[in-house]
C-alpha cells in the first residue's frame, strides 16, 4: 500500500505544486476565506468526494468512504487563512494581496489535506473505514475549530489528525510529539484606576502608571517565586496605555497581554493567582482595578495511539533519520485542542526548511517553505489513515 500511496503522490506532485502556488499567491484573512473554500470545494468535487460547504461560516467539509468495513471515521484538519502581513519574499507565487500573507504555511495545509484526499479518492482499497477532511477558516484567531465543531464537524469521528508546518526542521523530515504540543492560551486585560493631579503634586494623586509597573513587575517576579518552576508559564503584557500629558499624574492604565501554561492545575488557578496578586498591589497604593480574563483555547495533547501510527507511517515512508521525536512542547496556541474535546488525536510537524537558503520564522514577512514539504507531509498521513484502519487496537473499534 505504501508504494501505491507514494507511486500516486509522485505522478500527483506537479499538480500539487499548482495548487499549493494558487493558495500562496490567493491568501484571505480569517473568517473571509471565501475563494480559499471555493476552491478547495472545488478540487474536493472533481475527486468524486462529497462536499458540504459553509461549514463554520467559510469552511469545508469533505466525506470519503472507501471499500472497507470498519465503522469508524478519522479526520484530518487542514486550516485555510492567512495573516494580515506585508509578504516580502520575492517568490514568483508571492501573494497577490496587499498586506495579506500566508506567513504560517496553512497554504501548505491546505495543499497536503487535498494531496490526501487526492491520494485516498484514488485508492478506495486503502479507506477500510470513513475518512472525513476539515478545511478550517479562521484559526489565527481562534475561532475557526469553534465555529467548525458547532456545526457539526465532530459528528461521528472517532479519532482527528493534523499537521503544522514547523521551519526550524528540514523539508524532508517530520517532527513527532508524544503528548503536549502546545499550551493553552489565554487573554488578559488589567485596569488599573488611581486618580489624575498635578505631576509636581503626586501625594494627592495617586499616580496609575506608577502602580501599573508595580503590578507588570510583581507578576513577573511572583511567577519566579510562587509558581512551580517544572510547569511552563509565561505571562506577556502586550499593550500598554495611560496618562493624558507629562506633567499631569495618569488616573488611568489599561494593560492587555496573553497567558500560556502547559499543566491543567497552573491553568486552572490563573485567574485567582493574577487578581490575588493585581488585587494586593492595587490596595497597597489606594487604586482599584479591574480584570478580565478570557480562556482561549486549551492545549494540544497528542494521543499516543495516534500519534505512535504516525510516526511508524512517517518511518516507514522517509525512513527513520528523517523522523525527529521532539523532547519539547511549544507554547505556542493552536486551536485543533478544541477538536481533541471532541475525539483523541495528534498533529505532527512538518519540516519546510530549506538546506541552502536562508529560514525565516512562522509569522515572518520572508518565511517560506521548500515545497518538497508538501510530498514529505502528503505520504505519511494518507498511509496513517489506512494503517489506523488496519489497527485493531483502538479504544474506539
Ligand atoms: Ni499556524
Known amino acids: 500500500m505504501l508504494d501505491q500511496i507514494k507511486n500516486l503522490s509522485q505522478k500527483l506532485n506537479p499538480r500539487l505544486l499548482e495548487i499549493h502556488r494558487h493558495l500562496h499567491a490567493n491568501p484571505e484573512l480569517s473568517g473571509q476565506e471565501y475563494q480559499t473554500s471555493a476552491y478547495v470545494a472545488g478540487v474536493l468535487s472533481s475527486c468524486g468526494i462529497r462536499v458540504r460547504e459553509a461549514v463554520g461560516k467559510t469552511g469545508v467539509i469533505g466525506e470519503l468512504s472507501g471499500l472497507g468495513k470498519d465503522k469508524r471515521m478519522i479526520a484530518l484538519r487542514a486550516d485555510m487563512d492567512a495573516l494580515p502581513i506585508e509578504e516580502r519574499t520575492n517568490l514568483g507565487y508571492s501573494s497577490s494581496k496587499p498586506g495579506v500573507m500566508h506567513a504560517c504555511g496553512h497554504d501548505v495545509h491546505t495543499t497536503v489535506g487535498l494531496g490526501v484526499a487526492m491520494i485516498l479518492s484514488q485508492l478506495p482499497e486503502a479507506v477500510l473505514g470513513k475518512v472525513r477532511f476539515l478545511f478550517q477558516p479562521a484559526e489565527e484567531i481562534a475561532q475557526g475549530a469553534r465555529w467548525m465543531i458547532k456545526d457539526g464537524a465532530m459528528q461521528g469521528v472517532d479519532a482527528i489528525l493534523s499537521l503544522h508546518v514547523f521551519p526550524s526542521i528540514p523539508a524532508r523530515s517530520i517532527g513527532i510529539r508524544y503528548g503536549t504540543l502546545t499550551a493553552a492560551t489565554d487573554d488578559l486585560e488589567i485596569i488599573i484606576q ?3 493631579g498635578h505631576g509636581a503634586r503626586p501625594h494627592e494623586a495617586v499616580d496609575a502608571i506608577w502602580i501599573a509597573a508595580q503590578v507588570i513587575t510583581s507578576l513577573q517576579q511572583a511567577i519566579s517565586r510562587t509558581q512551580n518552576p517544572l510547569r511552563p508559564l509565561v505571562l506577556s503584557i502586550g499593550q500598554i496605555n495611560g496618562g493624558r500629558a507629562p506633567n499631569i499624574i495618569a488616573d488611568q492604565v489599561k494593560m492587555t497581554g496573553t497567558v500560556r501554561s502547559i499543566h491543567p492545575e497552573t491553568h486552572a488557578n490563573l485567574p485567582d493567582w493574577i487578581e490575588s496578586i493585581v488585587s494586593n498591589v ?6 482599584s482595578y479591574q480584570i478580565k480574563y478570557t480562556r482561549g483555547v486549551p492545549s494540544v495533547q497528542n494521543d499516543s495511539f495516534l500519534t505512535q501510527i504516525l510516526e511508524d507511517a512517517s518511518k516507514e515512508s522517509w525512513g527513520r533519520e528523517n523522523v525527529k521525536i521532539l523532547t519539547e512542547p511549544s507554547l505556542g496556541a493552536e486551536d485543533f485542542s478544541l477538536y481533541l474535546e471532541h475525539a483523541p488525536g495528534s498533529m505532527l510537524r512538518l519540516g519546510v526548511g530549506s ?19 508538501i510530498m514529505t507531509g502528503v505520504v505519511p498521513i494518507a498511509y496513517a489513515i489506512y494503517k489506523y484502519f488496519l489497527n485493531s487496537s483502538s479504544p474506539n473499534n
Do not use: I
Not at 538546506?355 to 514539504?373: A, G, I, S, T, W
Open 355 to 373: 538546506e541552502n537558503k536562508q529560514n525565516y520564522p512562522l509569522h515572518h514577512p520572508q518565511f517560506h517553505v521548500d515545497e518538497h514539504c
Open 282 to 287: 492595587s490596595r497597597t497604593y489606594q487604586a
Open 194 to 196: 488611581g486618580e489624575s
